[in-house]
């Protein structure tokens, strides 16, 4: 059970590239995010997922785009990026309904560091 | 205002302490309380999850929940230095986006 995977660990861009960061979940989660953390800022959301075909925006959602085609994937891409992109990007998921336990809490994948020159 | 407010520490004590670590928050509609902890270069893993007021025990951590002062407490007792890590708490209304606090790093010293 590989829980959430994400893809790459590691990339470095130059201003007004473009690229995808990939998340891929085995859990059959409805739910599906992404977030950035920054040194003192803690975790931001920037888009979210309740199903497939449907995605939201969160608290910081520009520069970036998302797309939900199945329910394992999410990708998030960085339509041209800035130096104020760089940060730790974590794909997270959980389920979604039913009586609060365990599975509606989010379980985080690895993270992609991603630098912008 | 921060909607969820954490000292960021860091906070450093000798092995075998007990420690406590905290969050204030603002918004009186959060039901669900969690606390993950993340090692360097890691992503978070959830350490505990609560519900409501009150405690809640596995092993050598305790989660305290006090919805009518807004806060709510992680204790670690007998500190190992595997403990060392940020700590995050995070809380939700049972809508869909967690809030999370800023995180406090901690370092458990042998």
């Known amino acids: 059970n590989a829980g959430v995977t994400q893809t790459p660990k590691f990339q470095v861009l130059k201003t007004g590239q473009s690229m995808t960061l990939q998340c891929a979940q085995d859990m059959n989660h409805e739910y599906m995010s992404w977030y950035r953390q920054d040194p003192g800022m803690g975790l931001r959301l920037i888009h979210y997922s309740v199903g497939a075909g449907i995605t939201d925006q969160g608290e910081v959602p520009n520069g970036y785009n998302v797309s939900r085609s199945t329910t394992e994937d999410f990708p998030l891409r960085l339509l041209s990026a800035a130096p104020s992109q760089t940060s730790v990007y974590f794909c997270a998921s959980k389920s979604s309904g039913g009586s609060f336990s365990g599975a509606n809490v989010l379980t985080f994948g690895a993270g992609s560091r991603l630098t912008v020159l | 205002q921060k909607e969820v407010e954490q000292d960021p520490g860091p906070l450093s004590v000798p092995e075998g302490a007990i420690v406590s670590l905290n969050c204030t928050y603002s918004?009186?509609?959060?039901?669900?309380f969690m606390w993950y902890r993340q090692y360097s270069r890691k992503g978070p893993e959830l350490l505990m999850y609560t519900y409501s007021s009150g405690n809640k025990e596995d092993g050598r951590f305790t989660a305290q929940v006090d919805k009518s002062s807004k806060y709510i407490s992680l204790f670690i007792r007998d500190s190992q230095p595997s403990d060392s890590a940020t700590y995050l708490c995070?809380?939700?209304?049972?809508?869909?986006?967690?809030?999370f606090g800023p995180g406090t790093r901690l370092s458990v010293l042998p």
């Open positions: 995070a809380m939700d209304n049972y809508g869909q986006n967690f809030v």
């Open positions: 918004n009186s509609a959060f039901q669900y």
